[in-house]
């Protein structure tokens, strides 16, 4: 058999985009990963402490795994790294397996990094992304606002500098209350006018900036950069009054160095522990992933390739448990950045991770004195973008059961902590699939005059036929839905003696499984029974390939007609009939 390179570039991106790299993109990707760089410096600090990990371990993930996504990631645009909502999974799938802030802590996810890039990988391999599609977007919206709440709630004891804990929203702010009378006060002015500034910046500075005559360009990268002036400007702070003297907590002692070689646990307890939440981290960040890849990609009519965004992903996540991180997936916020920053391919990615490398090297040991108040207001800031209330008001108006599945979500998310929330959501988004689909839209249809179309017979004016009944079922016949349709015509034809003839009309069915078959036949021998003739039309080929390996259609009482409008004019009485009149104006 001789050798396809195409099927090498397509598990390996890096050999289509990279035959192609000129000077000028590299330049581009250059620029982007400087900007994403300095944003991403003390984003990873943050989410580790968000994670309950040591500082370091944010750094570490943000080094191979981008190397790794460079190499096998579809996206032009994606950055990967340490994101919020992860984070906050990861503290919540390893918090009840050992004492925060030991080697063990650090350890088990490590551990749960590999498992969710093992996870994926196989994912990809196997071409399962479509399971991504079981989790609804307003579920996903409703997950990721109360993720946001429960994220920035958790900061508060940074920003108060008291120690309180919990996993649910009513934990947290019982413990918060409790705690309370001992904030600290230098903390706390820390806290909020880091809060405040960051805010600021986020909205405010760039515009200020182009008013003063700044490039848009500088002024975007200037506003970038804000939470590392936040960085600068309180570890000095800290660092000339002595703050920690005083009780405000500090980052403290950050290794110096390059990511260390790790490997993660093999213990058969820890990997069952473990393995329900890889499942659930590894399909939530696939979603958020793939969902900013597309609509980046979309706009530069590029395309991306969602079980290769498995396999990327899952590189990633290989790649960051043997370098001391945890898991990561594609950050929306650092992924637009890195796309208006003009980044052209993943190689700005692989720069960011050099960038951080150098970070890792030589910037550590500035950050002894930066107050975990400040990291604590990056994570509030950025998360706080992801909380969307408007979902509930959309959902309302346009449906009701996905209003519902939005705010149960939301709800159970704040009540009972992430995994409860995302396991509730996933559960929501199948149950909704299977309720909405098992109540299939069914419309009995006529032609509409002059022409060869047939509409429903309650929304418009069309030609009938007292013994044709032509009944249209929109959506593919299965096993929820199979005894919907049964009931359906059997009650139709109640008490209904001019009728000689039901015609089902098939445009939309795309399946029909054995239940579904089941069904038809019995259908076919209640309407047998009562003297009415059973007929297809407008079956799709697909099907009707199905329908020829079993009996069915050697016992149909009726026929299988191409077109509607042909089962019409060959059992029907289209030619005398006229539409209703319509009431006089």
């Known amino acids: 058999m001789a050798f396809d390179p195409r099927s090498l570039k397509r598990y390996f991106p890096i050999l289509d985009w990279g035959s192609k790299y000129r000077m000028d993109t590299f330049a581009n990707d250059g620029i982007a990963a400087v900007i994403v760089t300095i944003m991403l410096i003390p984003q990873s600090l943050a989410y580790a402490l968000l994670a309950g990990l040591p500082a370091q371990m944010g750094l570490y993930a943000s080094i191979l795994p981008l190397v790794a996504y460079a190499i096998f990631g579809t996206s032009r645009a994606l950055a990967v790294g340490p994101v919020a909502v992860v984070s906050l999974m990861t503290a919540a799938a390893v918090g009840n397996l050992a004492l925060q802030g030991t080697a063990e802590y650090a350890a088990a996810a490590i551990t749960l990094a590999f498992l969710s890039g093992l996870i994926l990988l196989a994912m990809g391999l196997f071409r399962l992304g479509f399971f991504a599609n079981f989790l609804s977007h307003p579920v996903i919206a409703g997950f990721i606002t109360a993720s946001g709440i429960l994220i920035a709630t958790s900061q508060a004891k940074h920003i108060l500098g008291v120690s309180a804990s919990g996993h649910t929203l009513p934990e947290m702010l019982e413990a918060l209350w409790e705690h309370l009378p001992e904030t600290n006060l230098i903390t706390l002015v820390i806290g909020v006018a880091a809060t405040a500034f960051l805010f600021w910046v986020r909205k405010g500075l760039k515009p200020m900036l182009i008013d003063r005559g700044l490039s848009p360009r500088m002024a975007d990268i200037s506003a970038k950069a804000g939470p590392v002036a936040a960085v600068v400007v309180t570890t000095l702070a800290a660092f000339v009054f002595g703050l920690s003297d005083h009780g405000v907590k500090i980052v403290g002692d950050v290794p110096r160095g390059l990511p260390p070689l790790t490997l ?10 473990l393995f329900g939440s890889a499942v659930l981290i590894s399909i939530i960040g696939f979603v958020e992933s793939v969902s900013v890849a597309q609509t980046l990609a979309a706009k530069k009519r590029q395309r991306i390739v969602p079980d290769q965004e498995l396999v990327g992903l899952g590189a990633s996540n290989i790649a960051a448990a043997i370098s001391g991180g945890y898991p990561v997936t594609g950050g929306f916020a650092r992924s637009v950045v890195n796309f208006d920053a003009g980044a052209e391919t993943p190689a700005a990615g ?27 207001a990056t994570i509030i800031v950025a998360v706080l973008s992801l909380v969307d209330f408007s979902i509930l008001k959309r959902t309302w108006g346009y449906s009701k059961a996905d209003f519902a599945a ?13 995994e409860t929330g995302v396991s509730a959501g996933v559960i929501l988004s ?24 047939f509409r429903n017979i309650n929304r418009h004016d069309v030609l009938t036929d007292p013994a044709v009944a032509t009944i249209r079922v929109d959506e593919s016949l299965y096993f929820a839905n199979a005894r919907f349709l049964e009931d359906y015509i059997l009650d139709r034809i109640a008490g209904d003696d001019a009728l000689k003839h039901v015609i089902l009309m098939c445009p939309a069915v795309n399946e029909i499984d054995t239940s579904a078959l089941e069904a038809l036949e019995e259908i076919n021998k209640r309407l047998s029974d009562g003297g009415i003739n059973l007929h297809l039309s407008e079956v799709k080929g697909p099907v009707m390939d199905r329908l020829k390996k079993s009996h069915f259609l050697d016992e149909l009482t009726g026929q299988v007609f191409l077109s509607q ?21």
């Open 264 to 273: 993660p646990q093999f213990s058969g307890e820890i990997w069952a522990q």
């Open 350 to 376: 692989a720069f960011t991770a050099v960038g951080i490398a150098l970070a890792a090297l030589f910037l550590t040991p500035l950050l002894y004195f930066l107050p975990i108040a400040t990291l604590a």
């Open 406 to 418: 939005v705010l149960a979500t939301i709800l159970l998310t704040l009540g009972f902590g992430v």
């Open 430 to 453: 199948i149950g909704l699939h299977l309720y909405k689909t098992s109540r299939p839209h069914v419309a009995e249809v006529g032609l509409v005059p002059g022409t060869e179309h």
């Open 565 to 585: 409008f042909a089962a019409m004019k060959a059992l029907g009485d289209v030619t005398y009939q006229t539409p209703k009149p319509k009431a006089a104006e």
